[in-house]
């Protein structure tokens, strides 16, 4: 059994707000807070369940505006919506490899930004399509672009009154295409070792614009990379400027040393898998139907492809 | 349930079907068998699909209540004073114990281990109390509130550490009761050497035109059973009888252990078992049982129920040991090897449990199936603060596997020879001289190596190759013989119910292996009885008759002889009931091939065996039960210590082989199998299916092993001990295409011909992918498993 | 709240009990209402073994408080039997060897009848991404994959044998319907 908690289950926001305040650990899906009690960690003696807001309800898409996301959206949800797909495709990539389905149905993506785990699959995407925080109080709401909502491991721009209430996604243009790389060291139900996700709008003459880039596990947040970003913004989409901008990345990033992985190898792997990121998310730019997967090859660049041998046979 | 009936599924196993997965090579069997041979669908399949199996954890009784260990949050640490006062004072909880109220030390070879931490803790997690509460939230609690004063001890981290013998993890070996199997060095952490020589290395390696060196070494891996360690106890302090149930696997062993542990007669120890969500080894030791008694020997008897969560299973069961191994070749420029030289160190953790024996049938098979002349092989078993090594799915000889069929591909390199024709020309015939001195027979390697080989397409592939994505592909083969734990026994009764059906007790256990179903098979091949009509009675050691234990491969072998002598003499008893019905002597009534009770010459008094229950032969007549007995003492020649050279080291050698093909990404660095090739001499295949699904399996494990799983401990703590950062394969890991052949080279020995597969399946597999691994990156990885990281930072060979 | 009072439907069944708060829907089905099917192998929703349906969704047992259950569905391999007639995925499951040790069964049962709401006539792609969530140490999983091609193919002939409005237990017709309306796209 979990430790010993007192458990509300308010269908009034304030009365949530209030609990909060007062010190209750707001919970969701459960997905993450109740493996935490498993394994012995005391989470708080009231534990405010949020199911029942309504406040925090909804997953709507209007075309030429874009997503509003209820902060109890599920990662199932976006997994299996068709808008996902054809306009936010890194989502789908995000949230179609959390943890398990048995998981995607429970975990919700205001669970996912609140926990703020550098791993978290669905951050780096949302970033990259420019997400922001709604969030709530019984003062009314205030509105936060995501990459400035996170200000340190596990620290938010948010009151002790205050709860996420959802996330706003601007629509994206024909033009865009995003996508979003998670290196796990096993086929599924796997945290993310590191992570790419990016998004750029490519002109008729290739120009790339909006290019934004988030970072997986290369820091105590999910976070973008602009230096990165700055290489490409209004160039020529080729090889090498994809370079230019991975090796930007992989000076930007900056991964741990633990006994998961060497910080070398998590830097390499920065480097390579920003170049295929920012490939695919220029095809996808370019392709005619965007829900489709793009396979995926070897480019120029990339630190494996020229340690190649070259015996064969 | 009664007017349909489940037959297997052949589509998935048919050739020329989406999957093509099974070949059989019919060679000295007789193929009229009806029921043998034929799959049959598993007898515990309906409780198991419909969730009514009974495991370990669903046994509950009225009033029990539930045990936790209090655990050593340090590696190596003195005890300096335990004070258990708080936890026994918290509302709920009805004992707490320390290693102080049992100090009696077991162990299968050496009794170094304390069911509870007496002096020291070796290793982080040892229990160091238990508490026995009503319920398990306060039984935990109370855990919490257990007083340890520790001083902390260098911790040996690992084998390097170990083996300078600065930091000793027992101090004195001679205080412990050590049997004759172990052989433990004072004044050393070794806790067990084993000595192989046959011939004379030094001279072999003169003789020799090439000398390779190479080193392997094999992660600690932990089996990640499903269901985790448990065990149910009421233990009488007054008569001492004690009675645990439990899903172990080897139920006579254990109830020896805990007749021992506290002095009880084996008779008054009752081991009742549950099914089994898993065994592979983890479940050989005993681990929650003593535990659980002794927690009910200190409350009045009543039931105590132990059951560890996925954290302490992780670092407080037991685990596969790692090992370092050194290898040293001669071999002549047409690559027939004349002296091999192998150097072993596992690490096998805190306490010895059963690595003497792994390290034994490591041993034997550290060779390989090859025939080489001269051999020395040296293996030691070193202490460390890690969690406990012992029997793990092939009892060491999947580990010794890789080092031998790595370094058989150096030497293909090195002479530029095709693997497989460098195997081809090495490997064991029938009449070839062992690594013993044993004149071999019944082997097949040879066959198996072109079988495994041919279901990948070997001969069409290069060594190394690059495919239109730019992968990096390869393929690599591996191969490897095996023996049997020997001597050992196994006995059965078989008993005729009133209405004709069958019963049969054994103690061999069903751990998903499928031996409740070949049991069956054979007694209804015997008497041509309905398969229906016969079903295996739940393990008691109060009820069924002794079995050593359900390890090492040995069921179906063991079990199977001794269910068919019974059967013999139940076809004497019921032509016994038929002459006294119809009034005549015995002689004049056989048990036909067809299973019918004839008279020799009225051709109208017969009776088929599925009409015998209302025959009316057995009213008020002799009960028909039967004993079968198999034990192989007789064809053991025990292997001496001083260099192992016996003619009869065991009784089945098990054979066979993998290849693999694989791809490796060039920039990600992840490892993707995409085909393996198996073939296995299984001697005689009872339930093909069966087989089939001991290889399957153990081909998705294999492949966790080589790329994947590793316990990592850093400084004594272990940093993965849960199932996301420990990574067995899952689903979306397990898209290979597998196509395996059942060699069908019957033994002599063996009912109907047959060897075992519970473990073969895994011994090659995480060889014969490291080995496509290599080729396909050019470079020799010296240790399993071989990770992304190893990959993108390889050095390639340039030799 | 420290005990709550929940009605819920188990397998069929109308139930109404009190649970302590912080009592998992895991614990909840072995404890109270004696569901033994519903296996712990981790407590961390990393196994699988304890998945059962929730308001026809897979979820891990572990991670759900039982406390939630008020006015919700649960459905395990308990409540696919008809009678005395296994399930066509359970038959399927036996007859194509998907099952050893058994341990991991039952929830794997569970994420395939949710996987065929999803999708009809899954492909071997679509099972394995499915099915992820549930691990099996013995099986190697192919031939699981295998059960649940082989339970289409049963179904299937029933329909055809006795009709297209045949139910068959947990399976759920107007999943994708009902799933669809939780968007709204403007």
Not at chain 2, 588 to 597: K, L, S, W
């Amino acid at each position: 059994m979990l430790n010993d908690f007192e458990l509300f289950m308010p269908t009034d926001f304030n009365e949530a707000c209030a609990l909060k305040a007062n010190g209750a650990k707001p919970v969701a899906g459960g997905t993450d807070v109740y493996v935490n009690m498993h394994g012995g960690k005391k989470e708080a003696d009231q534990v405010v369940d949020i199911k029942n807001l309504a406040e925090l309800k909804g997953t709507s898409y209007t075309a030429g505006q874009g997503l509003v996301l209820g902060a109890l959206t599920s990662h199932r949800q976006i997994e299996e919506w068709d808008v996902i797909k054809k306009n936010y495709y890194a989502m789908f990539q995000g949230c179609s490899q959390v943890g398990s389905v048995q998981i995607r149905y429970r975990a919700t993506l205001g669970g996912n930004i609140m926990n703020g785990a550098p791993s978290a699959d669905s951050i780096g995407p949302m970033l990259v399509h420019d997400a922001v925080c709604v969030v709530k109080g019984p003062n009314g709401e205030r509105k936060i672009p995501l990459d400035k909502f996170y200000t340190g491991f596990k620290k938010f721009d948010i009151q002790p009154d205050e709860l996420l209430a959802r996330i706003e996604i601007p629509d994206t243009p024909a033009n865009a295409g995003s996508a979003y790389y998670k290196y796990m060291r096993r086929g599924a139900m796997d945290l993310a070792l590191m992570g790419v996700s990016a998004y750029v709008e490519l002109d008729e003459n290739d120009v790339m614009s909006h290019v934004r880039i988030a970072l997986t596990t290369a820091g105590p947040t999910p976070m973008r990379s602009y230096s990165a970003e700055a290489v490409l913004e209004g160039q020529k989409y080729s090889d090498e400027i994809i370079i230019a901008a991975a090796e930007a990345v992989a000076s930007e990033g900056k991964p741990r040393s633990s006994w998961r992985s060497s910080a070398e190898f998590r830097v390499r792997l920065l480097h390579d898998v920003t170049i295929m990121v920012l490939h695919e998310a220029v095809k996808r730019a370019k392709a005619e139907d965007k829900a489709q997967p793009i396979k995926q090859v070897l480019y120029k660049g990339q630190q494996g492809l020229e340690e190649r041998p070259k015996v064969q046979g | 349930m009664s007017d349909y009936k489940l037959t297997p599924c052949e589509k998935y196993q048919a050739e020329g079907r989406e999957w093509d997965r099974l070949v059989v090579k019919r060679k000295d069997t007789t193929g009229e068998e009806t029921v043998i041979g034929h799959t049959q669908v598993r007898k515990d399949g309906v409780e198991k699909v419909t969730g009514t199996a009974v495991y370990g954890a669903d046994i509950n009784f009225p009033g029990q209540l539930y045990g936790v260990c209090a655990r050593s949050p340090h590696a190596h640490a003195r005890i300096l004073s335990i004070n258990t006062d708080k936890a026994k004072a918290l509302p709920g909880v009805v004992t707490v114990i320390t290693g102080a109220d049992y100090p009696e030390p077991y162990g299968q070879f050496i009794a170094d281990q304390p069911i509870i931490a007496l002096d020291k803790v070796r290793y982080q997690g040892e229990p160091v109390a238990a508490i026995a509460a009503e319920t398990e939230e306060i039984a935990r609690a109370a855990a919490e509130l257990v007083e340890v004063e520790y001083e902390l001890l260098p911790v040996v981290n690992d084998l390097e550490e170990s083996m300078k013998n600065e930091t000793l993890i027992h101090e004195d070996w001679s205080k412990y009761e050590c049997s004759s199997a172990c052989f433990p060095v004072q004044g050393t952490n070794i806790g067990d050497h084993f000595h192989l020589c046959k011939g004379d290395v030094e001279k072999g390696f003169e003789e020799a035109d090439l000398i390779v060196e190479s080193e392997f070494r094999c992660g600690q891996l932990q089996h990640t059973l499903i269901e985790t360690h448990t065990a149910t106890a009421a233990a009488n302090p007054y008569t001492k009888e004690l009675q645990v149930w439990t899903p172990n696997q080897s139920p006579f062993s254990i109830r020896a252990l805990m007749g021992k542990i506290y002095g009880v007669s084996n008779e008054k120890v009752r081991l009742t078992m549950t099914h089994i969500g898993g065994g592979f080894g983890g479940k050989y030791e005993a681990k929650c049982e003593p535990i659980a008694l002794a927690l009910s020997l200190k409350c009045g008897g009543r039931h105590v129920k132990l059951t560890y969560d996925r954290h302490e299973e992780f670092s407080a069961t037991v685990c596969r040991s790692t090992v370092q191994y050194y290898m040293k070749t001669g071999v002549k420029k047409d690559g027939t090897i004349v002296a091999n030289q192998i150097k072993g160190y596992w690490d096998a953790g805190a306490y010895v449990t059963t690595n003497p024996r792994v390290d034994y049938n490591a041993g034997f098979a550290a060779n390989g199936p090859y025939e080489v002349p001269n051999v020395k092989i040296d293996t030691y078993v070193y202490m460390t603060n890690r969690t406990l090594g012992t029997a793990y799915r092939g009892f060491g000889v999947t580990e010794a596997s890789t080092l031998h069929e790595h370094q058989m591909d150096i030497i293909a390199r090195k002479l530029d020879m095709d693997p497989l024709e460098l195997r081809l020309k090495n490997c064991l015939h029938d009449g070839s001289i062992g690594v013993t001195g044993e004149i071999i027979s019944t082997c097949a390697v040879d066959e198996c190596l072109r079988a495994a080989a041919a279901n990948i397409g070997w001969d069409k592939l290069p060594k190394r190759w690059v495919d239109e994505e730019g992968n990096l592909c390869g393929k690599g083969i591996a191969c490897f013989n095996k023996l049997t734990g020997t001597p050992s026994t196994t006995s059965c009764i078989v008993k005729m119910n009133e209405n004709g059906s069958i019963y049969i007790l054994s103690a061999s256990r069903e751990m998903g292996q499928g031996v409740t179903t070949t049991m069956p098979q054979f007694a209804a091949e015997s008497l041509k009885i309905d398969l229906d009509k016969v079903s295996v009675s739940p393990v008691d050691t109060h009820q069924t008759p002794y079995d050593k234990t359900t390890t090492s491969s040995r069921s179906t072998f063991h079990s199977g002889n001794a269910i068919l002598q019974a059967c013999e003499d139940i076809k004497k008893q019921l032509c016994h009931l038929a002459a006294i019905k119809w009034k005549c002597a015995d002689e004049d009534v056989v048990y036909t091939a067809e299973g019918n009770i004839q008279h020799k010459t009225d051709a109208d008094k017969c009776i088929n065996i599925n009409n015998v229950g209302k025959s009316g032969i057995m009213h008020e007549q002799d009960p028909v039960i039967a004993i079968g007995r198999y034990g192989t003492s007789d064809i053991f020649d025990a292997p001496p210590v001083d260099g192992r050279q016996s003619k009869r080291p065991t009784v089945m050698w098990m054979i066979g082989a993998q290849a693999a093909i694989v791809k490796v990404n060039p920039v990600t660095g992840r490892v993707k199998v995409t085909k393996i090739g198996a073939a296995h001499d299984i001697g005689k295949a009872i339930n093909p299916t069966g087989c089939l699904q001991q290889i399957e399996g153990s081909v998705v494990m294999g492949l966790g092993h080589a790329i994947m799983e590793e316990m990592i401990y850093e400084d004594g703590n272990l940093r993965n001990g849960n199932m996301v950062d420990y990574k067995v394969p899952t689903f979306m890991d397990s898209d290979i295409e597998i196509k395996s052949t059942l060699v069908e080279n019957g033994h002599p020995e063996g009912p109907f011909g047959v060897k075992g597969i519970g473990e073969p399946g895994l011994v090659p597999t995480a060889a014969c992918i490291a080995n496509a691994i290599c080729h396909a990156c050019n470079t020799d990885f010296k240790s399993l498993p071989i990770k992304p990281e190893h990959i993108l930072f390889r050095e390639e060979a340039n030799d | 709240m420290k005990d709550i009072v929940v009605n819920f439907t188990l397998n069929g069944r109308q139930c109404k009990k009190l649970v302590p708060a912080n009592k998992t829907l895991l614990r909840f089905l072995r404890e109270d209402m004696y569901i033994n099917s519903v296996k712990e192998g981790c407590n961390e929703g990393e196994c699988g073994a304890c998945t059962v349906l929730l308001d026809g969704h897979p979820v891990n047992s572990c991670l759900v408080l039982a406390a939630e259950l008020e006015g919700k569905t649960v459905l395990t391999v308990e409540g696919l039997t008809d009678d005395d007639r296994l399930h066509p995925i359970q038959e399927a499951f036996i007859e194509a060897g998907a099952v050893q040790c058994g341990y991991c069964t039952p929830g794997m049962i569970m994420s395939a009848v949710a996987c065929l709401n999803l999708y009809g006539h899954p492909t071997r792609e679509q099972i394995r991404k499915e099915m992820e969530g549930n691990i099996c140490r013995c099986t190697g999983y192919t031939r699981i994959a295998d059960a649940i091609l082989l339970s289409v193919e049963k179904m299937d002939a029933i329909v055809a044998e006795q009709g297209a409005d045949v139910a068959f237990r947990g399976i759920d017709k107007n999943f994708v319907e009902k799933w669809n309306a939780s968007y709204e796209v403007k």
